[in-house]
């Protein structure tokens, strides 16, 4: 399963808190049934357009990972929950716009079991030589 939100919050304070994003992913691997095999990397980014900065952190899971990138200026985040185990989405969803303090999302769910790619986009085209 992949869990994508994207989402605006509230709290400026929280997405640009480096340490309460350890935090969470240090913690909500475990909550979710999940398997931590790392200790979370957080940094803070700034780039060439000073707005744009913000925080990302990814923890590596057993079952995949679990990635966190704010936009502080803009109070959006973006959040994947990546696993080969099934988990609870709804659940999760929950969660995190609580944690996070969000206002507004939207969430896409994928299925990616790997057990069946004949549904593919037929756009794509994969040639080996």
């Known amino acids: 399963m992949h869990l994508i939100i994207d989402g605006y919050g509230s709290n400026s304070e929280i997405l640009q808190s480096e340490a309460f994003i350890y935090q969470l992913l240090d913690q909500y691997p475990a909550e979710i049934g999940m398997t931590k095999i790392s200790s979370p990397f957080v940094l803070r980014y700034v780039g060439a357009k000073p707005e744009e900065w913000g925080i990302s952190g990814f923890v590596c899971i057993a079952e995949s990972h679990i ?63």
């Open 67 to 129: 990635s966190i990138h704010t936009f502080v200026e803009r109070c959006y985040v973006n959040i994947d929950v990546f696993s080969c185990k099934d988990f609870n989405t709804e659940q999760a969803i929950k969660d995190l716009s609580n944690r996070l303090q969000l206002t507004e999302i939207r969430t896409h769910i994928l299925d990616r079991d790997g057990k069946d790619l004949s549904h593919q986009d037929k756009n794509i085209a994969f040639t080996r030589s």
